[in-house]
């Protein structure tokens, strides 16, 4: 790799890690950004794909490594608009056991939920280039 590859690689890891606004604030440029969530390399970003980056995310987000978020560790998962109701969207997915915290199954429920009806705006089960641009347009209010 010449360096700037490494430096690539490097900006797209910090910002997998501090999720996916992150993409837009390092510069990352769309393509790329949705080249690396296209974790199946299929071309398309679908659901699955974006549920995987919601893995990462989740991991990264919980730091007491129980394999829960408390509200707290979820909020932190969330950006822009999104936000404003996470709390709403807490309450509203944790439906399992109604501990104080989200299971991998309840959080990717919620992340699935919001890639159906607010990100994949043409319900044709992908993140196109333009709904990307769109959700990150969001983010920066
Ligand atoms: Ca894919
Ligand atoms: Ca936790
Ligand atoms: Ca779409």
């Known amino acids: 790799m010449n360096?700037?590859?490494v430096m690539a690689a490097v900006a797209l890891s910090a910002a997998l890690s501090a999720g996916s606004v992150a993409?837009?604030?390092?510069g990352v440029a769309p393509e790329v950004a949705l080249r690396f969530l296209d974790?199946?390399?299929?071309?398309?970003?679908?659901?699955?794909?974006?549920?995987?980056?919601?893995?990462?995310?989740?991991?990264?987000?919980?730091?007491?490594?129980?394999?829960?978020?408390?509200?707290k560790e979820f909020k932190?998962?969330?950006q822009g608009r999104a936000r404003d109701n996470a709390e709403q969207s807490f309450n509203a997915f944790n439906r399992?056991?109604?501990?104080?915290s989200l299971n991998?199954?309840?959080?990717?429920?919620?992340n699935a939920y919001v890639f159906n009806?607010?990100?994949d705006?043409?319900?044709?089960?992908a993140l196109s280039l333009e709904e990307y641009t769109k959700m990150m347009g969001g983010l920066r209010k």
């Open 39 to 71: 974790a199946d390399k299929d071309g398309k970003v679908s659901l699955n794909d974006w549920l995987n980056f919601q893995v990462t995310k989740m991991a990264e987000a919980d730091l007491d490594q129980n394999g829960e978020l408390t509200y």
């Open 104 to 110: 991998q199954r309840e959080f990717l429920g919620y």
């Open 3 to 5: 360096r700037s590859t």
């Open 121 to 125: 705006t043409t319900k044709d089960g």
């Open 96 to 100: 399992e056991g109604r501990q104080r």
């Open 76 to 78: 932190e998962t969330v």
């Open 23 to 26: 993409f837009a604030q390092m």
């Open 117 to 119: 009806n607010f990100l």
